[in-house]
């Protein structure tokens, strides 16, 4: 919050802005005031010279505040030894006085009103339920009898922290639960339960920050958020409750899975938090933990570990090589990482084919480096860029798009790929490749009575062998229409749309930079684009075989991320092949709901899954076969 007295604000923007135009005038001031004293005598100009001299001991800029003048004492004691008989008690005219610039303060505070903090006095078993138990009983005891204006909640909302988003959306069906429950207490007025976290979509993640909806004002409703952010402000929040924990973000070499580890909040985080409930009035913050734990068992900042000792290391490396240092576990790094997570890396470069045995750059990581997405991506890129290079060379593609009828003499080269699935493959793997860097591109249903809706949205853009092929059918409709898909379209078919706009932004960036690194198509020998007009073309008319497209994308992904594969065992649960260890299929991924039950399944990343496992996203069902074709010298 920047807060400026009246005038300065003002101030401030002309000292910004108006510096070149008083330094002009100052030039010409004093260049008018070289040429008047050419003709003036020596004395005359050095009696001119100790008043400017005096003017300026005189005037005297405060370090923090506005401008002052010094007084006669200060500025005789600093000057008495030098020039004693120039320097005069005169005050400075208001003339003068008016022409001297000021300075601005901008003050950047806390919370403005006090805040009142509560503690709990034993531990809590559940803090996803006592917290919303706690803001349930805000809302019934902390009312005002006076219901105010209209358009003014004079109860204030309430902001719950919780640390991680499965906690919220339970939190936010128990809250409603028990809001509708018929032997709920009756309370003054209703209450509307918001979720907020990172993966919701655009429309839902700011609806917090909004100003009230006509209904809630009509019934002067109190909005219950519930946050899994460290900390954040929340518009005319004024009841905090804090559940004591954060969540961090850790990556395991030992498994390869990106975990969310729940830990307890430092202090600063909590004071931060408390802070929240002060912003708009005198607030209230309600700690699920007790006093004494905070004085005596908080610790007082972040104890988390640096980002390079939590996070994968493989595309880290991978830059320190292409600086040129041959041996990256003695690199002088900031933060030494562990010797697990550089032997990870190591292994997913070799695997790759990024480094020989000598763990130095092969041709292939010499031209991964240029890539701007992660090592696996890039290779996935490299594997369909190779795939259309291979059909062209060997002479089964045209020159000219007018002999399209000619391509069908030759349908499919030695290795099964017609000619229109060499013409979509580069497209539709830059298409997963963008679709993989963003977050929820398509959201399942909260409710049970939506889910015949999001059947019928997705009938037409689901592919039953899983998620990537899934993302491209849903770009097939933007490719066709050549048309960004409305907002009411995209509540339709339950994609998140902010989502959605980032990876068409991702794929016109990667489409931009394939095409100046490798020329076009064929290598440049072809007229045709990867993303213009002959691809709406193709999508269009539906000429392709659709279980042919589907099983070339799965292999140029597979041809990425084979190291990211799970079996399906007896007991009906998947083990990935590398550790052993039990994952789930994310419920945002189609396989979830109408999958086949695959014996293999080829998954992105890992995420937190419900009751502390581990869920795999995004997922497609391939064959065995595939990882002794595409990395026999890994899978062996």
Same mark, same amino acid.
């Given at each position: ?447 049970? =009575? ?11 853009? $689901?592919? #039953?062998? *899983? &998620?990537?092929?899934?993302? !491209? ?104 092949? =590398? ?11 189609? $396989?979830? #709901?109408? *999958? &086949?039950?695959?014996?293999? !399944? ?35």
């Amino acid at each position: 919050v920047v807060r400026c007295r009246e005038g300065e604000a003002e101030a401030l923007l002309e000292y910004f802005t108006g510096g070149s135009e008083r330094r002009k005038k100052r030039r010409r001031e004093g260049n008018e005031s070289t040429q008047e004293g050419q003709g003036e005598s020596q004395d005359q100009v050095v009696e001119k010279f100790n008043q400017g001299e005096e003017g300026r001991v005189r005037k005297r800029k405060s370090r923090w505040g506005r401008v002052e003048d010094a007084t006669t004492h200060e500025a005789t004691s600093s000057n008495a030894t030098n020039r004693p008989q120039t320097l005069s008690n005169q005050p400075i005219n208001d003339s003068s006085a008016s022409k001297l610039e000021e300075g601005t303060i901008i003050s950047i505070g806390g919370p403005q009103h006090p805040v009142d903090v509560f503690y709990i006095q034993q531990p809590v078993s559940d803090y996803v339920q006592s917290a919303v138990e706690t803001a349930l009983q805000i809302h019934s005891f902390e009312q005002n009898d006076d219901d105010g204006d209209d358009d003014d909640n004079n109860d204030g909302d309430i902001l719950c922290f919780l640390p991680t988003e499965n906690d919220v959306e339970d939190a936010v069906a128990m809250a409603e639960t028990a809001l509708s429950a018929p032997s709920a207490r009756p309370r003054t007025k209703p209450a509307v339960c918001l979720p907020l976290h990172a993966s919701l979509p655009s429309r839902l993640r700011s609806q917090p920050f909004l100003p009230r909806t006509p209904e809630e004002l009509r019934t002067k409703s109190r909005r219950i958020v519930f946050a899994a952010e460290t900390s954040v402000a929340v518009p005319n929040a004024s009841h905090v409750v804090d559940s004591g924990f954060v969540k961090t973000p850790f990556f395991d070499p030992s498994s390869g899975c990106r975990r969310s580890v729940v830990h307890p909040v430092c202090r600063t985080d909590a004071d931060r938090r408390a802070k929240r409930a002060g912003n708009v009035r005198r607030g209230k913050c309600y700690r699920l933990y007790s006093e004494e734990y905070l004085r005596h068992s908080m610790v007082e900042t972040a104890m988390s570990a640096p980002e390079i000792r939590r996070c994968d290391l493989t595309e880290a490396i991978l830059t320190v090589k292409a600086l040129g240092v041959n041996n990256a576990l003695s690199f002088d790094w900031m933060t030494v990482p562990t010797a697990e997570a550089l032997a990870y890396g190591l292994e997913c470069l070799f695997a790759l084919g990024v480094v020989d045995e000598n763990t130095e750059l092969t041709e292939l990581g010499k031209e991964m480096v240029y890539f701007p997405t992660d090592p696996r991506t890039s290779r996935m890129i490299l594997a369909a860029l190779d795939m259309e290079s291979r059909y062209y060379e060997r002479g089964y593609g045209n020159d000219d798009d007018e002999d399209d009828d000619n391509d069908n003499d030759n349908p499919h080269d030695e290795n099964g790929i017609s000619a229109m699935t060499a013409k979509l493959i580069v497209g539709d793997i830059m298409t997963v490749a963008a679709a993989m860097q963003v977050r929820s591109l398509i959201y399942p249903p909260k409710n049970e =009575r939506h889910w015949s809706r999001y059947d019928d949205a997705m009938a037409d853009i $689901l592919d #039953r062998s *899983g &998620d990537h092929v899934t993302m !491209v059918h849903l770009f097939d409709l933007i490719d066709h229409t050549h048309r960004m898909l409305s907002d009411e379209e995209c509540r339709e078919r339950f994609v998140n749309r902010g989502a959605l706009q980032r990876a068409m932004d991702v794929r016109n960036q990667l489409h931009r930079f394939l095409k100046r690194r490798f020329g076009g198509v064929g290598g440049g020998r072809y007229p045709n684009e990867w993303l213009g007009s002959k691809r709406r073309e193709i999508v269009g008319s539906h000429g392709f075989d659709s279980d042919e497209r589907s099983e070339a994308i799965r292999k140029c992904v597979c041809a990425g991320f084979f190291m990211n594969v799970a079996k399906l065992n007896n007991d009906g649960r998947y083990y990935t092949l =590398r550790g052993k260890y039990a994952v789930s299929i994310s419920p945002t991924s189609v $396989l979830h #709901r109408y *999958g &086949d039950g695959s014996d293999y !399944v080829l998954f992105g990343e890992t995420c937190d899954g419900a009751r502390g496992g581990v869920d795999v996203r995004p997922c497609s069902s391939i064959s065995g076969l595939w990882l002794r074709q595409l990395a026999p010298h890994y899978w062996k």
